[in-house]
């Protein structure tokens, strides 16, 4: 048989018949003109994309990806998808990848913790310095239990507030709870100084007993898991990794950066989309404030209208 002009990609077997599907570009949508007007943007301008659920907000990502790559002739490195969760990544980088129908570099839909690890890791070979690793939540939620437990059967540690007794610490709710201020003070530059100085202003003995958490949690993952990051820290290196004179050839190649669902980000990521702008990198990002469902995690609803 002649090769095919079109490329076919192997799915397996159905019964007892190969299948084969035919893969091509997708066709092109029918945009409405505000979709057409966020095409029209120009090069090097930055725009924030209202738009509720179903009202056309990833076709018009897609296209803006395509319009730059396929009719402006940009390089697909000059531009990147950022979002917020990585089911959402991996739709997105499947979705451009058939209708860009180009060979590039790398995907072009990534999360933001993704495309900050990837900066981290970077600067850091390039210093000449071990590249970190990625501790998870679920690590994360193993260090922290132990401490918590250690202290419940020893009888020492921090003192929490009464209402926290040993009954509520060893709940995993309040794992998650502590480990999501961990992270936000982090995100905000807020030490545990800072945290205890702020519990003892506010009137938070809350806030003191987990200073001295923090404080002990530090020093034990410091020996334990020396190289290990978490997200808000990837993506507090990432920002200064941006900002530095060499953010490497992955930066230094990006014209514009894309976001979705940016009413979704936090202190973390707009951190890293501060320092990118600085760089004279466009954003164009994409949400809707009023369905806005990470807040209790730090998101920041208003991100939009501040862009």
Same mark, same amino acid.
Request: hydrophobic share 45%.
């Given at each position: 048989?002649? @090769?095919?002009?079109?490329?076919?990609?192997?799915?397996?077997?159905?019964?007892?018949?190969?299948?084969?599907?035919?893969?091509?570009?997708?066709?092109?949508?029918?945009?409405?003109?505000?979709?057409?007007?966020?095409?029209?943007?120009?090069?090097?301008?930055?725009?924030?994309?209202?738009?509720?659920? =179903?009202?056309?907000?990833?076709?018009?990502?897609?296209?803006?990806?395509?319009?730059?790559?396929? @009719?402006? =002739?940009?390089?697909?490195?000059?531009?990147?998808?950022?979002?917020?969760?990585?089911?959402?990544?991996?739709?997105?980088?499947? +979705?451009?990848?058939?209708?860009?129908?180009?060979?590039?570099?790398?995907?072009?839909?990534?999360?933001?913790?993704?495309?900050?690890?990837?900066?981290?890791?970077?600067?850091?070979?390039? @210093?000449?310095?071990?590249?970190?690793?990625?501790? +998870?939540?679920?690590?994360? /939620?193993?260090?922290?239990?132990?401490?918590?437990?250690?202290?419940?059967?020893?009888?020492?540690?921090?003192?929490?507030?009464?209402?926290?007794?040993?009954?509520?610490?060893?709940?995993?709710?309040?794992? +998650?709870?502590?480990?999501?201020?961990?992270?936000?003070?982090?995100?905000? =530059?807020?030490?545990?100084?800072?945290?205890? *100085?702020?519990?003892?202003?506010?009137?938070?003995?809350?806030?003191? @007993?987990?200073?001295?958490?923090?404080?002990?949690?530090?020093?034990?993952?410091?020996?334990?898991?020396?190289?290990?990051?978490?997200?808000?820290?990837?993506?507090?290196?990432?920002?200064?990794?941006?900002?530095?004179?060499?953010?490497?050839?992955?930066?230094?190649?990006?014209?514009?950066?894309?976001?979705?669902?940016?009413?979704?980000?936090?202190?973390?990521?707009?951190?890293?989309?501060?320092?990118?702008?600085?760089?004279?990198?466009?954003?164009?990002?994409?949400? /809707?404030?009023?369905?806005?469902?990470?807040?209790? *995690?730090?998101?920041?609803?208003?991100?939009?209208?501040?862009?």
């Amino acid at each position: 048989m002649s @090769a095919p002009s079109t490329n076919f990609a192997y799915m397996g077997i159905l019964g007892f018949e190969r299948v084969a599907v035919k893969v091509g570009p997708l066709v092109p949508p029918v945009l409405d003109p505000s979709q057409r007007a966020v095409l029209a943007l120009a090069d090097g301008q930055s725009a924030s994309v209202l738009g509720a659920p =179903g009202t056309g907000k990833t076709t018009t990502i897609v296209e803006l990806v395509a319009d730059r790559v396929l @009719a402006r =002739g940009w390089s697909a490195d000059e531009v990147v998808v950022l979002t917020q969760a990585r089911a959402a990544a991996t739709r997105l980088r499947d +979705t451009l990848a058939l209708r860009l129908g180009v060979a590039t570099n790398g995907p072009l839909a990534r999360t933001v913790t993704s495309f900050a690890f990837e900066l981290v890791g970077a600067a850091a070979r390039a @210093a000449g310095a071990e590249a970190p690793r990625l501790v +998870t939540g679920s690590d994360q /939620d193993v260090d922290i239990a132990g401490l918590l437990e250690g202290h419940i059967l020893e009888g020492t540690g921090p003192e929490w507030p009464s209402e926290l007794s040993p009954d509520v610490r060893g709940l995993r709710g309040f794992r +998650t709870e502590l480990r999501d201020l961990m992270m936000r003070a982090t995100e905000y =530059g807020v030490s545990a100084e800072g945290l205890r *100085r702020l519990g003892h202003e506010r009137d938070r003995p809350a806030w003191l @007993a987990a200073a001295d958490f923090i404080d002990e949690h530090l020093a034990v993952v410091s020996v334990s898991r020396p190289s290990h990051l978490d997200a808000a820290e990837i993506a507090q290196f990432a920002a200064t990794a941006i900002a530095s004179g060499g953010p490497g050839e992955r930066v230094e190649r990006l014209r514009l950066v894309v976001v979705d669902d940016l009413h979704e980000a936090t202190e973390s990521t707009l951190a890293v989309l501060r320092a990118l702008a600085a760089r004279g990198i466009a954003i164009i990002a994409f949400g /809707d404030p009023d369905v806005a469902a990470n807040a209790f *995690r730090g998101g920041e609803p208003d991100a939009l209208g501040r862009l």
